[in-house]
């Protein structure tokens, strides 16, 4: 059992859900689980919901907190949707979610006006990767599919890191190493200067985690010149497409 993950009982999943007759919602027929990652293993579940309530890696790239809002409004809203042909409650999983109260009462602290400030929120990310990493990869080592909402985009990075790790741990794939496809104004391929919710997919790349990178939408006027030959350089690895190129 991780300390850090708040695992989700019938009871609180039952507070979220709007009953209605002759219905029946998600959140009537989900599943849940007490013991992590053993009750997984033995889930016949497919997705599994997770949320990340942190805005940390959003301060730590300069940006506007309250990312960490998301999980609870969004978890409420699927679990009062109908289970039907298309999806049935039982196929879905609902973990709960990651603690993070200790480091967002460090990164509550600080001033994104310090240069000294900032690196330290790009430290406290480090921590985010780590626990959010770990859970990712015993979910996916468990054969389901990992369903995450919240925090920001640095999340990306212990996402595919644990995927990748989980993969190869359960013999899925040979070596480290996942595809991902992204639809995103940006690319989220900032140089590597401390983790932050601009460079996930820097840093996944980097280690190898990341073999082929194609983010689709991508505003012309959001990514710097630097990013884009990067993709141009890379062009059997890295694609993208333009938001303006659509229209």
Not at 6 to 22: E, N, Q
Not at 80 to 91: C, D, M, P, W, Y
Not at 123 to 128: A, D, I, M, P, R
Request: aromatic fraction near 8%; glycine fraction near 8%; proline fraction near 4%.
């Amino acid at each position: 059992m991780l300390p850090y993950l708040i695992i989700y009982s019938p009871k609180d999943i039952a507070s979220f859900t709007r009953k209605r007759g002759s219905e029946i919602k998600l959140g009537q027929s989900v599943q849940t689980i007490v013991n992590f990652p053993e009750d997984l293993n033995n889930s016949s579940a497919k997705y599994v919901l997770l949320g990340l309530p942190e805005d940390i890696g959003v301060r730590a790239n300069y940006g506007r907190g309250g990312t960490q809002t998301a999980w609870k409004p969004a978890l409420e809203n699927i679990l009062n949707i109908q289970s039907n042909e298309f999806l049935k409650g039982a196929e879905l999983l609902v973990l709960g979610h990651v603690d993070f109260d200790d480091v967002m009462k460090k990164a509550d602290a600080l001033n994104q006006k310090t240069r000294d400030d900032i690196e330290y929120l790009r430290k406290l990310v480090e921590f985010v990767d780590a626990r959010v990493c770990e859970v990712v990869k015993l979910i996916v080592a468990a054969g389901k599919i990992p369903i995450i909402i919240g925090g920001g985009h640095n999340n990306a990075y212990p996402n595919i890191k644990g995927a990748s790790e989980g993969l190869k741990s359960s013999g899925k794939i040979a070596q480290k190493g996942i595809n991902v496809i992204n639809c995103d104004p940006h690319t989220d391929m900032r140089p590597l200067e401390g983790r932050h919710s601009g460079n996930g997919f820097s840093y996944a790349f980097e280690e190898n985690h990341l073999t082929k990178y194609a983010v689709l939408g991508i505003h012309e006027s959001y990514n710097t010149d630097s990013v884009l030959n990067k993709f141009a350089n890379d062009k059997e690895n890295l694609f993208y497409n333009t938001f303006e190129s659509i229209l």
